[in-house]
């Protein structure tokens, strides 16, 4: 079993749509929570940073950890065709410190 | 956040030659990375390179197949030895500010071995 288990896709949807895109993960010790954003070619590009669990906004985006179901999510409303991407999961014990362990990659098409 | 520049962008080898990558940071930073991106896959850490003294690897991982140096903290190479096609992937450099900042990434290597 992986760590972390991310769901590939791919997940097409229509402009405007609101994406709910999840991990779950098997280590209780996890701390702090990344989603990173992947376009063809390109590195990711962190999107969200959070620590233990709750909700964070920013902009069209949304994280939300529950440690309790060793869950997270990342929303993302009224989507774009520019949002078009690959979204990672990541996280570490503590901090940046320590190594990121990252799920598959949900791929995500935004039609006009 | 940190500029981070990897060199070279992408690279076709042949295989049993070395290619050394070089990530560069526009500030200093206490922690690099290196991870590998295997085509489908998702990012796995190679080692963390440490200023001053010897990377640290991951289980799978060993120097003489991935030596890193790392002279300063702005600067470190990752170099692949004796490369063969299961060696094609994204090499990744990542940069920490802090102890509980998130990690930075370039935009990688890409390299193919023929």
């Known amino acids: 079993q992986k760590e972390v288990e991310q769901d590939p896709g791919p997940l097409s949807v229509p402009e405007g749509a609101i994406v709910s895109l999840n991990c779950t993960y098997s280590?209780?010790?996890?701390?702090?929570f990344m989603w990173y954003r992947q376009y063809s070619r390109k590195g990711p590009e962190l999107l969200m940073y959070?620590?233990?669990?709750g909700n964070k906004e920013d902009g069209r985006f949304t994280a939300q950890v529950d440690k309790s179901s060793k869950y997270i999510s990342l929303f993302i409303r009224d989507s774009q065709p520019s949002d078009s991407a690959t979204y990672l999961c990541?996280?570490?014990?503590?901090?940046?410190?320590?190594?990121?362990?990252f799920g598959a990659g949900t791929r995500l098409a935004v039609h006009p | 956040s940190a500029v981070i520049s990897q060199k070279p962008s992408r690279d076709i080898c042949q295989r049993g030659t070395s290619l050394t990558i070089q990530c560069q940071v526009d500030?200093?930073?206490?922690?690099m990375f290196w991870y590998r991106q295997q085509p489908g896959q998702s990012l796995t850490l190679i080692a963390t390179?440490?200023?001053?003294?010897?990377?640290?690897?991951e289980s799978g991982f060993v120097i003489d197949k991935f030596p890193i140096s790392r002279p300063n903290l702005t600067f470190s190479t990752l170099t692949v030895s004796n490369m063969s096609p299961e060696d094609s992937s994204i090499y990744l450099c990542?940069?920490?500010?802090?102890?509980?900042?998130?990690?930075?990434f370039g935009d990688g290597t890409r390299l193919s071995i023929l």
């Open positions: 500030s200093q930073v206490t922690m």
């Open positions: 959070t620590y233990s669990s």
């Open positions: 280590n209780s010790a996890f701390q702090y």
């Open positions: 390179a440490n200023q001053g003294s010897e990377a640290t690897y």
């Open positions: 990541a996280m570490t014990l503590s901090g940046g410190y320590n190594k990121l362990i």
């Open positions: 990542s940069v920490a500010e802090g102890k509980n900042q998130p990690q930075h």
